[in-house]
């Protein structure tokens, strides 16, 4: 309360000098004043010495040091630094804020504690990629497909993870709704709505994306998909007009967080974010899944199936080959 964060980590010292045991309330505020002062070492000697003083992670501590992490990890982004790679073909962020974040939430789960909607938020936007053109174009190459650099907008439907987040979010996601931090993904309704109005934006991004994925998998078993709508936050605010004050209303933080990404991957959709609905077509979506590409092997323009239906032409060509006795490496 002091803002004297080093003699408050001196007394600490001096407690376990004089035979005194720290417990999980002294780690806490001490976590809460790292974070004011945004001392990130601080919160992470915090929190292996209280691993080593057998107290085990509560919340506070999770919330403070995930969202030192994710400042930092944001910083990162902005700065242009590398916080990406491409493993087996697919993006991954590759942070050490990233890790740290994961390592923490990992370790408050398995303490019995079950997170927030804040720190699971904070823990899905360390897995956010950053807004780069570059990798972007990068992630899409990484696919193989033939197609003009200007489309490459066009093909998010064909990455996993949509170009957008860490495939390892759909995954944290659905350990959230299984902990009922987050509403379970439900597909039996027609028109599919979610009610996003509560969430905060790294969770909608990500609920909104776990459901998409999860209408990409039913469309390749041969289902319809059902139209979506998409409850938002709307804020009212006060502007003046020739007849006086006048309330409208406006779209929130969460409400052009989730317009922003449905913009970014071009997946078209109706209605305004400041009415509080928008809502996605069923069969604009079906065609969003399926964009005509130019097939690498018959030079032929096609729809793009998954990377094993890729690997399935690939070998049906080399055996085409094999049997015409075009043994040919070119």
């Not at 050490?96 to 997170?115: D, H, Q």
């Not at 609920?207 to 936050?233: C, D, E, F, S, W």
Request: aromatic share 6%; glycine share 8%; charged share 20%.
């Amino acid at each position: 309360d002091g803002d004297q964060l080093p003699k408050a980590m001196d007394i600490l010292r001096d407690m376990t000098t004089f035979g005194l045991c720290p417990n999980a309330i002294t780690y806490s505020i001490l976590l809460v004043a790292s974070e004011k002062k945004d001392d990130v070492e601080a919160g992470i000697t915090l929190f292996s010495q209280a691993k080593e003083d057998g107290v085990a992670p509560n919340i506070t501590m999770c919330n403070c040091l995930i969202g030192m992490c994710l400042r930092r990890y944001e910083r990162a982004c902005a700065l242009g630094e590398p916080v990406s790679s491409v493993n087996m073909g697919w993006p991954q962020i590759n942070s050490k804020w990233t890790s740290l974040a994961l390592t923490v939430y990992r370790e408050t789960i398995a303490a019995g504690i079950t997170p927030t909607n804040e720190v699971v938020s904070q823990i899905l936007g360390c897995l956010h990629f950053p807004y780069d053109i570059s990798l972007r174009d990068k992630i899409i190459e990484n696919l193989g497909v033939s197609a003009d650099t200007s489309r490459y907008s066009n093909l998010c439907s064909l990455v996993e993870g949509f170009g957008e987040y860490d495939p390892r979010a759909f995954s944290l996601l659905e350990e959230a709704a299984s902990l009922k931090i987050v509403p379970c993904v439900s597909f039996k309704q027609s028109p599919l709505v979610i009610d996003a109005k509560a969430m905060q934006i790294h969770t909608a991004q990500v609920y909104i994306l776990t459901v998409l994925r999860g209408l990409k998998h039913r469309l390749a078993a041969g289902a319809k998909l059902p139209n979506i709508t998409i409850l938002l936050p709307v804020e009212k605010t006060q502007i003046a007009s020739p007849h006086g004050e006048k309330t409208i209303n406006v779209a929130g933080r969460i409400s052009q967080a989730v317009a922003a990404l449905l913009r970014r991957m071009r997946l078209p959709y109706q209605g305004n974010e400041s009415y509080g609905k928008i809502r996605i077509n069923g069969l604009a979506l079906s065609r969003w899944f399926r964009p005509k590409l130019a097939s690498p092997f018959s030079g032929k323009h096609g729809e793009f199936g998954s990377p094993l239906s890729r690997i399935g032409k690939g070998i049906a060509h080399q055996q085409r080959n094999i049997r015409t006795g075009n043994l040919s490496l070119d």
